[in-house]
C-alpha cells in the first residue's frame, strides 16, 4: 500500500468515525433534556396530585351536605359498569347497533313521547295488579253488565279509539313491509 493511500483511508475513517459521535453526542443531549423535563414533572407530580385530591375532596364533601352518599353511589356505579361491558350487555348494544334504523323508526313514531308512555306505565300497573288477583269467569251477559262500570266504558273507548287510529294506520300505506321476526 502506498503512504497516501492509507493516510487517505485514515482520514475518511476518523471523518466517519467524527460524524458518528457527533450524531451519538447530538442523540444524548436530546435524551438529556427530555429526562430533565421528566424529572420536573415528576418533581411536580406530588402537587399536582395533591390538588387533584383536595379538589376531590371538596367535591365529595359539597355532594354530602347536599344529602349524596358519594360512597353508595361509587358502588352503584362500578356495578352498573362492570354489568355494562359484560359480554352479554355488549351483544345486546351490539345488536341494537345492528337495528339502528328500527330504533329510529320507533322514536319517530311517537311510542316513547310522555303520553304514550304514561298510558303504557298505567297499563303496566293494571296488568300486575289484575295479575295478584283471581278474577272470575265471565260470561256474555256478565259482560254486557259489565258495561255499566265507567272505569270498563273509559277502557272500551280507549281500545275502540285505538282500534280506529290502528286501523287507519295499517291502511295508511299498503306497501310497508311486514314486521319481520328476528331470525336467529
Known amino acids: 500500500m502506498e503512504p497516501s493511500t492509507a493516510t487517505t483511508n485514515d482520514a475518511s475513517v476518523d471523518h466517519s468515525v467524527a460524524a458518528v459521535l457527533d450524531r451519538l ?5 436530546r435524551i438529556e433534556e427530555s429526562l430533565g423535563q421528566a424529572k420536573a414533572m415528576a418533581d411536580q407530580a406530588p402537587n399536582a396530585v395533591a390538588m387533584a385530591v383536595d379538589t376531590f375532596d371538596t367535591l365529595c364533601e359539597r355532594a354530602a351536605d347536599a344529602g349524596i352518599d358519594v360512597d353508595s353511589r361509587t358502588k352503584n356505579l362500578l356495578i352498573a359498569l362492570e354489568k355494562l361491558t359484560s359480554p352479554s350487555a355488549l351483544r345486546v348494544l351490539q345488536d341494537l347497533l345492528d337495528r339502528v334504523d328500527i330504533v329510529e323508526g320507533l322514536l319517530a313514531s311517537g311510542l316513547l313521547d310522555p303520553g304514550p308512555v304514561a298510558i303504557v306505565s298505567r297499563a303496566g300497573a293494571a296488568l300486575a295488579f289484575t295479575g295478584r288477583e283471581s278474577p272470575p269467569s265471565v260470561g256474555a251477559w256478565g259482560a254486557l253488565r259489565a258495561l255499566k262500570d ?10 275502540l279509539r285505538f282500534a280506529q287510529h290502528f286501523g287507519h294506520a295499517l ?3 299498503a306497501n310497508r313491509p311486514a314486521l319481520a321476526a328476528k331470525n336467529d
Not at 453526542?25 to 443531549?29: E, F, I, P
Request: charged letters at 40%; a negative charge; hydrophobic letters at 45%.
Open 150 to 159: 265507567a272505569d270498563i266504558q273509559r277502557a272500551l273507548g280507549f281500545a
Open 25 to 29: 453526542d447530538k442523540r444524548l443531549a
Open 171 to 173: 291502511g295508511e300505506d
